[in-house]
Antibody, heavy 120, light 109 residues
Framework: QVQLVESGGGLVKPGGSLRLSCAASGFTFSDYYMSWIRQAPGKGLEWVSY????????NYADSVKGRFTISRDNAKNSLYLQMNSLRAEDTAVYYC?????????????WGQGTLVTVSS | SSELTQDPAVSVALGQTVRITCQGDSLRSYYASWYQQKPGQAPVLVIY???NRPSGIPDRFSGSSSGNTASLTITGAQAEDEADYYCNSRDSSGNHKGVFGGGTKLTVL
């Protein structure tokens, strides 16, 4: 069965950096686009970034552009999010999600999320 | 602010039908997908495309679209359907860039 397991979250000071990882299993990882989506405490979902199956294409929400970098290692079935210059408003649960092949901007499987807290 | 607009809260009596709506310019060109999220859990896809349900999603969930509005209908709401529901689609520029609605809290009375 499809599994996505995020890791790397934690407490970081404003201006600091953190690297999130997502380990994928149960499907051919290299066939799928992947995304990061976040949810601030008590708030709604916010799409953060996506990466194409071969890493040729990436895109970012305006709120993180220039600070976050998405990448993947298909040999390791892993997705990453490098987060730099972190701000308090980046505090959220970060979900790794698989982009569906059947419908654009549809996320058919989600991990359980990892919490990132940006605070001094 | 979201490019997709949802009512913050909706309620429905047990066993009745409820419609949750999502409005946005991008919906004139792209289908919405719908997700259910229960407290402390990750979102789950319930509807995608024109009106498609992933495996395991009950057939009381259905989707439709007209103009700039997408709808999620639950026919015969159950207690376990009480959750937050989010729509999403491509952003209005057409770039491969996701956008979510603000979410609708569904209460089953």
């Amino acid at each position: 069965q499809v599994q996505l397991v995020e890791s790397g979250g934690g407490l970081v000071k404003p201006g600091g950096s953190l690297r999130l990882s997502c380990a994928a299993s149960g499907f051919t990882f290299s066939d799928y686009y992947m995304s990061w989506i976040r949810q601030a405490p008590g708030k709604g979902l916010e799409w953060v970034s996506y990466i194409s199956s071969s890493s040729s294409y990436t895109n970012y929400a305006d709120s993180v552009k220039g600070r976050f970098t998405i990448s993947r290692d298909n040999a390791k079935n892993s997705l990453y999010l490098q987060m730099n210059s972190l701000r308090a408003e980046d505090t959220a649960v970060y979900y790794c999600a698989r982009d569906s092949m059947l419908s654009s901007e549809t996320f058919d499987y989600w991990g359980q999320g990892t919490l990132v807290t940006v605070s001094s | 602010s979201s490019e997709l607009t949802q009512d913050p809260a909706v309620s429905v009596a047990l066993g009745q039908t409820v419609r949750i709506t999502c409005q946005g310019d991008s919906l004139r060109s792209y289908y919405a997908s719908w997700y259910q999220q229960k407290p402390g859990q990750a979102p789950v896809l319930v509807i995608y495309g024109k009106n498609n349900r992933p495996s395991g999603i009950p057939d009381r969930f259905s989707g439709s679209s007209s103009g700039n509005t997408a709808s999620l209908t639950i026919t015969g709401a159950q207690a376990e359907d009480e959750a937050d529901y989010y729509c999403n689609s491509r952003d209005s520029s057409g770039n491969h860039k996701g956008v979510f609605g603000g979410g609708t809290k569904l209460t089953v009375l």
